[in-house]
């Protein structure tokens, strides 16, 4: 089975920490947006930032998770909400720049979930989905059920589909013959963009009509 050469094995660990403090960003401004204390916001953005990561290695069987075998996840999470929350009053108004931070994100998170599964199980198409998907949207469930909100993934915007879609793409990509790192690659370009527009647009998927 294709591994990743040493180059594209660092790259893909740096855009895999970036996408934990993506996350962890957006955790942090929530539970300030929620009133927590310094306690409350590295406790959430360490959630949301690797949850996702941690259920995926759970589920597929890995132990101990990357989350508690490299403490550079945990380092990250806690420096990031300390800043956030000393200048949170200063980054407020730089709120949708981080929103692009959790697009790239969640691309990211797709494809290192739908790479896991495939050097663990193969072309197995329900693994690489499960992986892919839960890495990306998991953090993000957790983060919005703990401040007792319904989940973002569910009612904004394409989130879990673009998730989807670059599972799909990742897939594809690779059973035309492509190595593992174009297939990668592929499913971040299209997961981001997707969420991008999404966002700008405000796209979103149909909803069941109320009387």
Known sequence: ??????PIQATVLILDLFGTMAFAVTGAFKA???????????ILATITGVAGGTLRDIVMGHFPPHSIS??????ITVATAVI??????????????????????????????????????????????????????????????????????FVKELYASASFLGVVIFYIVLSAGSNLET???SSIVIVTALRLVAMKYNWNLPKARER
Do not use: C
């Open 32 to 42: 300030i947006e929620h009133k927590a204390d310094i306690v409350g916001i590295i």
């Open 84 to 153: 956030i929350f000393f200048l949170h009053p200063k980054m407020q108004k730089h709120w949708n720049l981080f929103l692009k931070f959790d697009a790239i994100g969640l691309g990211v998170f797709t494809a290192i979930g739908a790479t896991f599964a495939y050097q663990v199980y193969g072309m197995n198409f329900l693994a690489i989905a499960l992986a892919g998907m839960v890495t990306a949207v998991g953090g993000g469930i957790l983060r919005d059920m703990f401040v007792n909100e319904v989940p973002m993934v």
């Open 183 to 185: 297939a990668t690659v």
């Open 1 to 6: 089975m294709t591994e990743f050469s040493l």
């Open 70 to 75: 490299d403490p550079y996840y945990a380092i």
